[in-house]
């Protein structure tokens, strides 16, 4: 092997042997001291035949009634998505698009004050405040808006402007998160001849920062956007949790708390869907605006394919766990 | 003092220690619940829990009137332990098949690089919900290490990706290379020059573990998924003392337990939900300024010379130490040894006690007026009903009297089917009632529901949506009744119609408390 310079003959069976002793161990410990209890235990929680009996159903419901079934009142669970996603989308399109602008607004502060006395507000703020906690940030806010903010109507869902305040506390994370890639590719170019040569060309600080290190990291920075859509996800179901805000998240956390009393495995599916598709959206632009901003242009389709066939495995997977959600 | 990230961090982190092991010793931890949700002033006055912060409790109580510090300070150990359990387990898995996959080729990076963009793309705590979940964790004996286990391999892949691109970095140096030539083995350089070089990024990497950890199972908290202690909560508002409200099976609470109430109780009692959310925040940036400040240290070998000797001394005995080789190996050893111990000493179950001696707590002559008597030195109600038929709070003879029982929580009548939510005492607690007949006003369907509601009931407000009616009652009855027993809004009493697409009104629940 010429790249690697040190071929390990033999190391894929390293690898196996190491994987069996893994799972051995895992075995062992979780069997209290006896291997065989363990798998008989894993075999007990999930059946693999009962299983694709599941998978099964659930695809001739969907081939046969064109839904995946009904909640207790006979409500299909497609107009249930329909009318509870929306509600979510508006939050999330509002929160990404924060994050997004604000995010990168926020990074190129930081980096131009990175030596001057408002570096407190700049990269002190950002990594203070991406370090709290997301649920601690909300219980916060959601608390003080209570005391001394009273006219917010926090919760609620009713009126077209509700959204506003979701959208917000859901950026918070992901704007800070942004901001600190901004930093980092822009700070990982100082001192690159071509900005010194910008700079002694007499160039404004401004437009060296704007005209020739930002065209530069755009690409790097875009990198990040599906990290941003997935924290944005994550913090939604938060945010629609502890505030009752009654959205996708919030109805499919419902649907599986309830899991035992009236299951709804098809409508945790089909929002998990919904979910899944913003993600791969986000990717799949990711990856085009990435190349128009690449220097070296490489063929576009190979990773748009890479993309897919990973979202088609990362939704298999899903779809797996979740056919062993079953009424206990 | 230029590293303050790492003397803070060691400063918080030592708090915590002490706060786990040593704390539980102190004087004014309350280890019993106390008796009585109530407390009797000396002019007279009298509350209910949950009591707000005070000097006598620092940050408060929760509504069965337990002292919160206590409880914080009782919880750390275990909080501490689950945490490091997690991730400790997470590395014993990663570091091997990061060396084995740091020749970006063969089935171990494959499963790393599998691993790491399947969890990578998906929000770490929706996988984790999923996971706890579909594992039926709770009917086994061991549920808590099965959940440690799920929560750990979540992100192995994350962090075998990581250090597998470091070693492969460090394996492209010329040293390296070097070594190679002279004909040492794969063992050897991993030993030799693998080691020593990522061990520094393994602690930084490790303290910021530590941290994700925690926020992950703060977020698992809020949705009600616990590792350790098994604790429920039970609708209602805690109206019964041993039924409704935040019981944890052990009688011991770690931090995410306690947090749990957020959702219920940041409108209600903000202290409950704040206190356990701080406690968690520090704890986590206690490990982000540990993983900060070690990064630092690392980082920055030469520190500025001053003319003090002994600060001198020590500066240059820390700059050979840092410098030198062994460093890394160090760190990782000592911190290692100190996980040891924490979790080898965690892992010994405490006992609680279960005698708890009974307080006799003196009655002022007010209440016994009747109202209430008292069974086994607890405050009973002596009302039988408030409503003329049978209704919220209830006894269950009394609205067997006036319904037709169809079974223990289901009652009859010619136009309504009651249906006891919960029952305690032997009373219907807030009732859901189904309409045989859909009733198309709610005006109607308030006429319909009159007798069940207490009979000096107020309307004080009405809220209106397209798809619920909101009436917000109260009643002075219900409040010289069970105020004494219940909780604070008793009197209160909201009862939501719902509406259906077509207009008419199916349902109506009956609930306490106008939130």
Redesign the interface.
Known sequence: MPK???V?SG??V???L??GL?VLG?AY??G?GDVVTFFS?IKE?FPISENWEAIRQLMLNAWNEGSLGTTK?GESFEAIVLEYFPRSLLVIITAFFLAVTFGIAKGIFDYRNRYTYLNMLGTGITSFLS??????MI??L??FM??HLHFIDVLGY?QWHNFILPGILVSLYPMMYFARMTFTALANEDGEMYIQYARAKGLTEKMVVFKHIMKKCVHTILQYL?VVM??V??NL??VE??MDYKGAAWRM?VA??R?NEFPEVGLIIEF?FCF?VL?FIT?IVSVTLQNKYAVEKRNMWVQITKVVF??L??WF??LF??S??NP? | MKNWSLWTGLLLLGLMLFISYIGPHLPFIEHTPPEHRMRFYENGEFGRAPFPPSKEDLLGTDREARDILSLIILGAKDTLKIIVLITVIRYI?AI??AF??S??????YM?TN?WH??F???????AA???V????VD????GM??KV?LISLIEVGRVSYIFAHEIYDV?QKEFV?AS?TVGST?FQ?SVMHYLPTISQSLVVNFFNDL?RV??LI??LA???YFIEHAIEYIPGGGIFHEEAGYNSKTGIFDWPGL?SA??YE??RA?WI??SP??A??LL??TF?LLSEGFRKMFERPVSSGKNRVVRSLIEQVSETFVSSRIAGPVTLAVFLVIVGIVVVSGVEKRVTEVTVPVEEVEIPGFIEDGRYERKDGQLVPTTEATTRKGGHYDKLSYLEQHMTKRSEQEYETDTLLFYCQFIGDGRCDQPKITFKEPVSTTEEAFGLLQEHLPDDVMVDEIRQ??ERSIYLLSSKRMEESYAMTATLNISQIKVTFEI?PEDKIEEATVQTGHW
């Not at chain 1, 370090?131 to 601690?136: A, C, E, H, M, Y």
């Not at chain 2, 979940?133 to 039926?136: F, L, W």
């Open positions: 690697g310079l040190r390990f190391r894929d390293i690898s196996i190491y994987f893994v895992i410990f979780l209290e235990t929680i009142n370090s709290l906690p997301d649920f601690f219980l916060v959601q608390w209570m005391i009713e599906g997935t924290y996800v994550s179901l938060i949790w502890l956390m599986i708390k899991m998990s899944m993600l990717q990973q979202y495995f990362i997977f899903i766990i979740m062993y959600l206990m | 898995i091997p098949l084995l996959a020749t970006k080729k063969g089935i171990a499963v599998g963009s399947l990578g793309s998906i929000p770490t705590i929706f919900i999923l996971l979940e579909i594992v039926a009917e086994l004996g061991n290490y099965w286990f394996s290379k190679v794969p350089l941290a925690t926020l703060g977020q809020l949705f009600e947090l957020a959702r940041v409108m903000a939900a704040l959310a701080v968690l925040t986590l940036l982000q949506t397209t259906t």
